[in-house]
């Protein structure tokens, strides 16, 4: 029986950490200072000093790869529940206290001193932002509060890792991209396939004409990973240790149920786009890397048949989704479901090349043992000495880019604006496969052509009092 492909994501991340550093129990915290005997040969003064804001389920990941960084110390962690089970799967126990004790496990064992309590576990990301000892942030929490926490953070100083799918809506990247460069912050999207040698390697094989002229590219994503309760679900009790009038936020009023949050909050249009955003944000990310179109997006998109939640259901995202994309240039994109597949597939006029769970595929084979010449298109690598292509390692090769980003003040391998033209495609595909009917779509201008209901489904109404 498959696993779902989120879960075999993580229990690999998980377990190339605990081989690692052999430090991690069952949750996540910090010391504020920490002697040169767990930093290596890095003194405080080349130390970038991280918050982790959002404690749940991909925090599993992205903080054991801070952690391994000799130059970093995780200083804060911030989440409005304080403990709990419940998230991607029921042994899971995650939540800022747990969170804020494996850090300062992880400290404390590698130091060989035993004990380290100086991480601080917050409630409120705005204290985090306020503490003028954080570098960085480490934006983890669900999407419909990526674009605010990342104004604000960019507004109080702070350079920013945010996870994919980098923002809630077109208007929301806007803002973000507006943000960042104003106050001059390095910000890196959480699209981790951009440091997969494989990943890269494919793209210079499009990039480079080894498989002719492109005439598409399919882009594959995993199924829904959660049970909807359906329609007739009933409102439930809030527990105890969890704020969740702050977990809505800016998303409107709504009745709390299990279902509504922590891992499954991706299943609903009012936090996230389903995995239209979850797993496209990684698919169609590599699309728009070999494509050349990091810059731009598409001109037209239309709905192929998705399928959504029978009315009333309290999951509102695309069961099966399914929608086509073509670019001024006539190549088209096609995202669908594909069980259990997650990545694309380029298809040209002399072969093809594919990215995934699956590893690198070629045809004809040679492809793969061909070699990029000197003279020819070379795409960035977050770790140049990387070629072997391991889950675990790249995620930190991720985070090592933008840590050598924030001391070298250059732009890391999947800045704000990629970022950005990455989740609009994601975007565009949900309201094309919304209105079922082909849209036109301006991607210089970012708006569509002649459409003021499509126009009006790029931004998100905020809840009073928050606001970007």
Known sequence: MNRPF??????????????????????????????????????????????????????????PAFLQQDDVQVLAVCDVNRASHGYLTPQQFLGREPVRDTVNKYYAEKSGSGQFQGCEAYHDFRDVLARKDIDAVVVVVPDHWHGLITVMAAEAGKDIYCEKPMSLSIAQGQKMIAAVR????????????????????ACELVRNGRIGKVQRVLTYIA????????????????????DYDFWLGPAPKAPYHE??????????????????????????????????????????????????????????????VAFRARYANGVELI????????????????????????????????LKTTVVGPSEIHLPRSNPAREKDVYGSYVADHVRNF???????????????????????????????LLKRKLQWDPQAERFVNDD???RMLSRPMRAPWRI
Not at 183 to 199: A, V, W
Not at 228 to 242: E, N, T
Not at 291 to 320: C, F, I
């Open 182 to 201: 104003k106050h001059k912050r390095i910000l890196q999207t959480g699209s981790q396939f951009r440091s997969s040698p494989d990943n890269r390697f």
């Open 259 to 320: 279902g509504r949050c922590l891992y499954r909050f991706r299943f609903n249009l009012d936090y996230s786009g389903g995995q239209t955003t979850n797993f496209g944000a990684h698919s169609n990310d590599i699309a728009q890397w070999g494509l050349g179109m990091d810059e731009t997006g598409p001109v037209e998109l239309e709905d192929m048949g998705s399928e959504w939640p029978p009315q009333g259901s309290l999951y509102t995202t695309a069961t099966k």
């Open 335 to 366: 995202c669908e479901t594909r069980d259990p597949k997650m990545g694309a597939r380029f298809e040209g006029t002399e072969g093809w090349v594919q990215f995934g769970f699956g590893g690198l595929k070629t045809g004809p084979e040679s």
């Open 6 to 63: 989120d879960l075999q994501l993580r229990r690999t991340a998980r377990r190339q950490f605990l081989k690692q550093a052999a430090a991690c129990a069952t949750a996540l915290g910090i010391p504020s200072v920490v002697p040169g005997s767990v930093l290596g040969q890095n003194p405080p003064s080349r130390r970038i000093n991280v918050a982790l804001i959002g404690c749940g389920n991909q925090s599993t990941v992205d903080l």
């Open 453 to 455: 209901e499509a126009n």
């Open 403 to 433: 840590i050598d980003a924030v001391k070298s003040r250059t732009d890391p391998i999947g800045p704000v604006e990629i970022g950005h033209r990455t989740a609009s495609v994601c975007h565009l595909g949900n309201i094309a496969m």
């Open 223 to 242: 199924p829904q990973n959660a049970v909807d309760p359906g329609p007739g679900w009933q409102p439930m009790a809030v527990p105890d240790g969890f």
